[in-house]
Structure formats: C-alpha cells, structure tokens
C-alpha cells in the first residue's frame, strides 16, 4: 500500500489539479490556422530576396484555411484566404497587371458570399498604402459566377501587395479547388483543413509533378479534462495540411484544351457525413440522379405540347428522320435570339424563346430538344463542360463540371451534337467552346458518356487559283473556293448581317493585303448542303511580286499562308489540343511573263505523322508554274511525345509562307 502511494498518488494529484499540463492549446499548428493574424505585417527579408526567374511579379504567399461551422441557417464552409504578390517590374502595364485583383465567387442560389475583404500595398521603405474596400466592384462573369475586382493602389516596383478576404459557402458537397500553380511562380503556398466532428472530405491533389507538395496531419488535444479513464474528454481537433515551396510557373503553352487541365491544384469533395459519420456515396451515378430529381430537363419540357406538335408538322412533310432532324434544327435555329449566357438549367417558362425574345443556351437547346421528339427523335440532353471550364474530371464526380447544355441524338448509328444557340449552324456544327473532350448524356432513367466527335466542326477549305503575274510586280486572278465547317458559319453568319460579298472574301482570304482588290465576287450557300458555301471572286493585288533588273521576286504562297508557328517551344509536356481538325487544299496555277520560268519540275514533298499530313506538288511548263499544298489535320487531339513531329509540319507549313522564288528570265 505505501508503495502504491509512493509512486501513484503524485500523478493521480498531477491528473486531478494539473490537467492543463496536457491541454495543447499551445500547439504551434492552432496558431498558423489562423492565417489573419499574419495580415499586415511583412517581414523585411521578403522585399529583398533576389528572384531566380525573369517574371515581372510573383506569389510570395498563397494561403488558405478551412473550417466548417454550424449556423441556424445550415452548415457552412468559411475558407479565410491570404496572398501575397511582390512585384519585380518598372513597367507600368506589367505592373498594373501585377495590381489588378479578381476574386471569383459563385453567386447563384446565394452559395458564396465574401467578407472580410482587405487589401495592403506594402513599399520597400516600410510605408503602407490601403485600398478602400468602397472602391471594389463586382462583374458578372456568367450564369453562375460573379467576380470581385479591384485595382490596388501605389503599385511600383519592390511592392508588395497583400490582401485576405473570407469565402462562406453553403453548398458543401465539394469546396472550391485549392490553386497552388499560377501563371507565375509561387514562392510558398500553404493549406490548412479544421475539420469538424460530423463532415469529412476526400482530398485530391493534381498536377504536382514539378514540385513536391508535403502533407502532415494533427490531432490537436485541447481539452483541460484530466486523463483519465473514467472522464470523457472531447476528441482531438483534427487539422490537415498542405506545403508547397517553390511551385513553377504553369505552362501556359499554344494549344491547350484550358489552363485548369494542367494547372496544380487541390479538390475536395465530401466524403463522411454526420455523428456518428457515414460515408457518403460520390459517384456519376448519384449525379445523374441528382439531375433528375432536382432539374430534370425531361420534366421541364413535359407541358410544352404545343413544342411537340411543331415537331409533329415538320416530321410529317419529311422523307426521312435525318432531314426531319435537319428542318427542326433549322427551324429552332432561325427563330431564336441567343443572349450570350451559356448555362446547364433553363430557370423560368421556354414560351418567349421562338418569340425571338433573348434567351440562354440551356432554354434554347430544351426548346430544341421539345421539337425534335415531337418529331419523333430521342433526342436527349447533352451535359459538358467549356473548354474554359476545363475538361471533365471523371474520377471527380460533380454536377459542378458541368456549365453548358446541349442536344444528341443518335440515327442509324450516327451521332449527332447539337447547339440551336450557335448562329446559323447545323447538326453536328457546334461552338469550338464546346468542342471538348466528353460530355454525359442524360436519359429519363440513367446516363453514359460520349465522345464529342461533331463531324461538321471543322475548318474544311478547298481552293483554287488561277493568276497571272506582270512585269510591274501586279498578280491577277480568279479564286474558286468551297468552304465547309466553322468558314462556313463564319460566311453565313456575316451574309445575314448584311456584309457584301466581296468585304467577305477578302476579309477571309487576303486579308492581309490592304490594296487588293475584288471584282465578280459571289459568295453562294449550297442548295443541297448548307454546309458548303461556293466562294468565286476576281481578284487584284497591287506591288505582290518585287521586280528587279535581273528578275521578279515571288512568294507562291498567295492564301492559305501562316506567318507564326503556334508551337514555338522546342519541348511541350502537356497534350495539344486544337480547337478543332483542319483541311487545307490549294492549287495555284500561275503564269509568268513572257521569258520567265522557274525550276520546279515534277518535285514533291510530304511531312506527316498519324492524324496530321502536309503534301507539296510543284510542276513548271515554260512560263506557267502549277502547285500545291495539301494540310490535312483529321485529329483535334495529339499527345505530348508526338509534339516536334506536329511542330515540324506547322513549321514547314510558316516556311512556305514565308518563302519567295526568284523567277529570272
């Protein structure tokens, strides 16, 4: 017994009276989450440090830390964020550019707010100029996201510019994304997650791979009730978080589908919720069934029979189902108004869209869809995502992903992408912004996902010329074209605004010649096929060749030419994306004065890997010169490892260009 006295009764004493010994609400960890203690004070070290990059500014700091709370009006997450932007420039535009801040916020349905909003500008000589708040103001970038701006004042070189701001969101199925990459380097990013006893999330970091981005948990005991056994003590406060140090800038290369594709970054999406928690499905499945249950689309068009019955009329008079689906189109897309708002819900009625009243994508394409399954299509919804927004992560189920609504439908086993919003367009011809990779299609009971593969979103011209060259340096011609795909559009659209025809053509094809000249020009939609407009113009161009003593200087490429090749880099890691495959034939047939000729004789050439050629035919018979150049790029998508193979076909492709002969007599 004395012995047990001895040795146990001092810590039972030290448990019972000492019990904040053991708290570790000290722990350094319970300080850095609250990252607004940091604000407005910049230790001196971070004005001087040298930059090892040649950007005009920099993150110094990114900062965010999340929490979630319980208000009478639900559960809410409130993420404090902190940045820094020291900038390294004396241009006044680079600066202004370093100064000017955007702060994006989901305003629809009151998801997000902003509060606590303050903005520093710290100079090297330790004075500080504030930004009044009354002078921010708030721009609406879409349907669903708005954007805090503001210009911060007293931007120079050597400043530093801070500013913290709190985001509260009630939708809490998924938290905005974490951004550490930007389009200049980040010297230090840091994330900080206080979760709570009832909610858990699913962390996903992407894009990582330049950097190395450390991940700690802590499971913080802040409670004063002495250990022990018998005493009930809250669980430890558990804190996730994220470091990143020196994160490259992104490669904002040519060619990329959207910067978020490649762009590190980390998601989070719940994944356990209530006490005690329980997981929580995240699945497309559920997002599907989300849709159905809280804006079905099938459910939305249901009263609109009067919709149907146009369809019914249009069918009736119809050979076949594909031109039924055709005049529908046609007629949905020439009665309708577009406003400009691309967007997944059509939120009032759909009478005022054929009224040619101003209407939103989704409204549009719900009208569409009405008229073709009254027609008898099965038409169904298309869900996707803007090449702005990014491709659609599948491994990340959301109905978030989404920000654009089409049309699909499949006959006899041909698919067809439609968009009545799209000004004078077809099926299968659909905006370049919605020509992403997959979209999801929604039927009345599951979904599947489709490739966006529309056939007619292309730039498809065929040319032919025939000219004739003087002494005096003047090329005289006639150009015969067919156009196809998005020229196509792009000349249907420009003939209903009431452009003429020949301010067209040279807009399209000499538009780099300011003295040409256009005669006989007719630009004619085919009666057969409105994809195919027949494009005939006589043509001028003034000083084209330089005539010396000796000889005329020629460049043979007269239209079709690419002065700058997109692809600069010798190196690229991410995918090429185009905005959309490209056919490119031209056949020049030229004659020279009388006594000149030029050595190309029965010379061909080809520069081609899978999905891209570029074929070159040269023939010369006395004084006339017969050539031509054949681009035809069928895949819209190439990946990185064939990236100097495609570099090489667009750098011979500016090298032609750019090329003259010298033509002597």
């Known amino acids: 017994m004395q012995l047990f006295v001895r040795l146990f009764l001092p810590l039972l004493i030290v448990l019972l009276f000492g019990g904040t010994a053991y708290s570790q609400d000290d722990s350094p960890i319970l300080d850095e989450i609250h990252i ?54 004396g241009d006044q535009l680079e600066q202004a550019e370093a100064g000017l801040i955007g702060i994006p916020f989901y305003f629809k349905d009151g998801i997000e707010t902003i509060t ?53 969101r009630r939708y809490i199925e998924e938290l905005p994304n974490f951004y550490l990459g930007h389009r200049v380097p980040t010297q230090e990013a840091n994330l900080y997650f206080r979760n709570s006893e009832f909610i858990r999330y699913d962390a996903v970091p992407l894009h990582i791979e330049d950097f190395e981005l450390e991940y700690q948990e802590h499971r913080v005991d802040t409670s004063n009730v002495p250990l022990l056994f018998t005493l009930p003590r809250p669980n430890p406060v558990y804190i996730q978080e994220w470091n990143g140090e020196e994160i490259p800038a992104v490669d904002v ?33 559920f997002v599907a069934a989300q849709l159905l249950r809280n804006r079905n689309p099938y459910e939305k068009i249901a009263p609109y029979q009067e919709f149907e019955r146009i369809g019914e009329e249009i069918a009736a008079s119809k050979n076949s189902v594909v031109e039924a689906q055709d005049s529908v189109f046609h007629y949905v897309n020439s009665n309708v108004q577009f406003n400009g708002v691309n967007s997944v819900v059509a939120e009032g009625d759909l009478y005022h869209v054929l009224e040619g009243e101003l209407a939103t994508q989704a409204e549009i394409n719900l009208v569409l869809l009405t008229i073709l399954r009254g027609a008898g299509i099965d038409a169904k919804p298309l869900y996707l995502s803007g090449r702005e927004f990014g491709r659609i992560d599948k491994s990340f189920p ?83 074209a067919q156009t196809r795909g998005y020229p196509s559009q792009n000349i249907r659209e420009q003939l209903e605004s009431g452009e003429p025809a020949p301010a067209i053509i040279k807009q399209i094809f000499f538009e780099v010649y300011t003295e040409a000249e256009m ?127 495609l570099r090489r076909i667009y750098e011979r492709w500016v090298f032609l260009s750019n090329e003259t002969w010298f033509i002597e007599q």
């Open 36 to 89: 607004f203690n940091k604000f407005g004070s910049i230790p001196g070290s971070q004005f001087n440090n040298s930059a090892d990059h040649g950007y005009p500014f920099e993150y110094l700091l990114k900062e965010s830390s999340i929490r979630t709370i319980e208000r009478p009006s639900g559960i809410l997450a409130v993420i404090d964020n902190l940045v820094r932007i020291r900038v390294l420039t």
């Open 116 to 168: 606590n909003l303050e903005a520093i500008t710290h100079q090297p000589d330790g004075s500080q100029v504030r930004f009044d708040v009354e002078n921010r103001r708030t721009v609406d970038l879409n349907s669903r996201y708005k954007i805090i701006e503001f210009e911060m004042p007293e931007v120079q070189e050597g400043s530093i510019i801070e500013y913290k701001y709190t985001l509260e």
């Open 253 to 285: 290369s040519s060619y990329i589908s959207s910067i978020d594709d490649i762009r590190a970054q980390i998601k989070f999406q719940i994944s356990e919720f209530g006490i005690p928690r329980q997981p929580l499905e995240n699945s497309w499945e």
């Open 398 to 480: 959301s109905v978030f992903q989404f920000n654009r609504l089409l049309v699909f439908s499949e006959i006899d086993g041909k698919k067809y992408f439609m968009d009545g919003s799209f000004p004078v367009s077809m099926p299968n011809l659909i905006p370049i912004e919605s020509y992403n990779s997959q979209g999801m299609v929604l039927t009345k009971e599951s979904y599947q996902w489709v490739d966006i593969s529309p056939e007619q979103s292309v730039f498809d011209l065929d040319i032919e010329i025939q000219a004739a060259l003087s002494m005096d340096g003047t090329l005289n011609g006639t150009l015969m």
């Open 519 to 645: 005669a006989e020009s007719s630009l004619q939609i085919n009666s057969r096929n409105r994809n195919i407009v027949d494009v005939t113009t006589e043509f001028e161009i003034p000083n084209y060749a330089a005539s010396f003593r000796d000889g005329i200087e020629f460049r043979p490429m007269v239209v079709g030419y690419l002065f700058r090749n997109p692809f600069e880099s010798t190196e690229r890691r991410v995918p090429i994306t185009l905005d959309a495959p490209e056919k490119l034939s031209i056949r020049y047939t030229v004659d020279l004065p009388d006594g000149f000729s030029v050595d190309a004789m029965g010379e061909t050439r080809d520069t081609s890997l899978q999905g891209a050629a570029l074929r070159e035919e040269y023939i010369s018979e006395g004084n006339t010169v017969k050539y031509s150049f054949d681009i035809d790029i069928s895949r819209k998508e190439f990946p990185a490892d064939v990236y100097s193979q």
